[in-house]
């Protein structure tokens, strides 16, 4: 017959005191959320949760995991600034481009600005291609502008929506690897799921953790 290591009776109590005291306070935090959520979070829940809580591992994880989540909204913020930044300057050296062109928009210089700003001013359709050609050197810069700059805009907005794409596909994929996470560490109510009402559950749990978390440290328990 097996033998299995006798948990002192001292250590026991200490695990069932360290039990009942975070069963406590899971009970009062509770009481903060919306009804419906309390409805959900039964003793046997709360309980299992304050197990899962009771030598500190959980905290750690779920520590671990914010400063992960933080890391990366902060560098996909970065990497958004920095494409907003590229955009403000397409803008300016657009404007700029315009100002210099108005600058040489005199009548002997119409042929060279012909030259140089053709491709600006072809609009394509489906069917053919229609070129404009203007008498006025002015209203030929104008129309370079106005072109270059409705173009500038489509591709801004194509890349801005691109960028929001993958921000979304990355915060996702790091709400799937938390769920995972800390169903593997045994925190019940935590399993990979999309459904929104159980997504705020899930919240809610890692607001009760944290909270707890919290207490703990201001008391020294921790």
Do not use: W
């Not at 990366?72 to 300057?89: F, G, I």
């Not at 315009?98 to 040489?104: F, N, R």
């Not at 609009?123 to 030929?140: D, E």
């Amino acid at each position: 017959m097996d033998d299995y290591p006798v948990v002192p009776d001292s250590d026991s109590t200490k695990l069932q005191e360290r039990h009942y005291y975070l069963l406590s306070e899971l009970q009062t935090l509770v009481k903060d959320l919306p009804s419906s959520f309390q409805q959900r979070l039964t003793y046997n829940t709360l309980s299992d949760l304050a197990l899962a809580l009771i030598d500190g591992t959980v905290y750690e994880i779920v520590q671990g995991l914010l400063d992960i989540q933080h890391l990366t909204e902060k560098n996909l913020y970065n990497q958004r600034q920095k494409l907003h930044c590229e955009h403000q300057a397409l803008k300016q050296d657009l404007v700029r481009k315009h100002k210099d062109a108005l600058q040489s928009c005199k009548p002997h210089n119409l042929s060279l600005l012909k030259t140089s700003q053709q491709t600006e001013l072809e609009v394509r359709n489906k069917t053919s291609v229609v070129m404009f050609t203007p008498r006025n050197s002015r209203l030929l810069c104008v129309l370079c502008f106005v072109y270059g700059f409705q173009a500038l805009e489509v591709r801004v907005r194509d890349e801005q929506k691109m960028m929001d794409k993958k921000i979304v596909v990355e915060m996702d994929q790091k709400v799937t690897d938390q769920q995972n996470t800390l169903e593997k560490a045994g925190v019940p109510g935590f399993y990979i799921t999309t459904n929104p009402l159980e997504l705020t559950m899930q919240m809610n749990l890692l607001e009760l953790i944290l909270k707890l978390q919290q207490k703990d440290s201001q008391a020294g328990l921790l």
